[in-house]
């Protein structure tokens, strides 16, 4: 028993040590699946997690085959950090709301929702703050990606709101009820955007008015 595990030990380290130059020659898969046969899941997640935070945007193959990736090592770290495993599940999330937001019309509500249960952007007034407190504790990874997601939720809002208040529907009627409901939630997302303790990129504000303004009065 004794001499197996040596030789296990001896495999693992060795693995690990290609993984290492792996990583450093930036082939991040071959590091993902040496680290994996290497039981080192820490290492698995830590670059699985700055993969999927470069590759959320773009609707594209790498979008995708990170993805695929990410989702079938899922059941094997269970044992991995904490934070970086919770970390890991929320990146994944927001993969499942970048599909469903790409997926059509139909799904922008179930979008949305994702959205409301991850609980990184505020929709109610009264979260806000706590919503930006939370942002301070957020990986670089993960903030790196909020301009994006910002952008993301507004366009869905202005999609929903133009559904929602088009000619013909009752001034207190339920559609004029939700097309308020929109402009409320808008109105929260812009306020956490300027409160963000965080430079974004030179062109979100900007974007972000622009899907704004057919919510304004």
């Not at 997926?103 to 703050?129: F, Y």
């Not at 409901?181 to 972000?208: C, E, N, W």
Request: some cysteine; glycine content about 4%; overall charge positive.
């Amino acid at each position: 028993i004794t001499a197996e595990y040596g030789k296990q030990w001896y495999q693992r380290r060795v693995r690990a040590t290609v993984a290492e130059a792996s990583e450093k020659r930036g082939c991040w898969e071959e590091a993902v699946t040496l680290y994996e046969l290497a039981h080192n899941y820490d290492k698995v997640l830590e670059i699985l997690n700055e993969e999927l935070s470069r590759k959320l945007m773009p609707n594209d193959k790498a979008h995708e085959h990170i993805n695929e990736i990410a989702v079938s090592v899922e059941p094997r770290t269970l044992n991995a950090n904490t934070s970086l495993r919770k970390q890991f599940l929320l990146l994944l999330d927001l993969y499942k709301f970048h599909k469903l937001y790409h997926n059509g019309h139909d799904k922008l509500e179930e979008a949305l929702s994702v959205i409301s249960r991850l609980q990184i952007i505020p929709l109610q007034q009264e979260t806000i703050n706590h919503r930006v407190q939370a942002f301070k504790s957020f990986s670089d990874e993960l903030r790196r990606c909020i301009p994006d997601i910002l952008i993301m939720v507004m366009s869905i809002l202005n999609k929903l709101y133009k559904n929602a208040s088009k000619s013909g529907s009752s001034l207190y009627g339920a559609q004029n009820k939700q097309a308020q409901k929109i402009r409320d939630q808008a109105r929260v997302v812009m306020r956490f955007a300027g409160m963000l303790p965080y430079s974004m990129p030179g062109d979100t504000h900007a974007q972000l008015s622009m899907l704004d303004a057919p919510m304004r009065y």
